[in-house]
Nanobody, 115 residues
Framework: QVQFVESGGGLVQPGGSLTLSCTASISIFSIYAMGWYRQAPGKQRELVAHIIIGGSTVYADSVKGRFTISRDNAKNMVYLQMNSLKPEDTAVYYC?????????WGQGTQVTVSS
């Protein structure tokens, strides 16, 4: 089964930027669509963005225009560039296939947006 490892989270002030990275344990050429998800305290995990192997992207309305998802198939990496961060973006961020694979959730990376 594929495993994903997320990194790049941290504490950032409102309006700041972060770039998250995700490493897959297998070639992501075999994964048609990859997604970034997040789970805020007390809330269900939600899909933030996904990208198909050809590069087309879809974003949740809450992050549209601020976040950019990308993938490097040769390096088995998926990225999430986050700009103009807001306190409501605070969450643990995960990457996974889209639709997600239940057995492949990683530990996630914490993003905290606070002054």
């Amino acid at each position: 089964q594929v495993q994903f490892v997320e990194s790049g989270g941290g504490l950032v002030q409102p309006g700041g930027s972060l770039t998250l990275s995700c490493t897959a344990s297998i070639s992501i050429f075999s994964i048609y669509a990859m997604g970034w998800y997040r789970q805020a305290p007390g809330k269900q995990r939600e899909l933030v963005a996904h990208i198909i192997i050809g590069g087309s992207t879809v974003y949740a309305d809450s992050v549209k225009g601020r976040f950019t998802i990308s993938r490097d198939n040769a390096k088995n990496m998926v990225y999430l560039q986050m700009n103009s961060l807001k306190p409501e973006d605070t969450a643990v961020y995960y990457c996974n296939a889209f639709p997600s694979l239940d057995e492949s959730w990683g530990q996630g990376t914490q993003v905290t947006v606070s002054s």
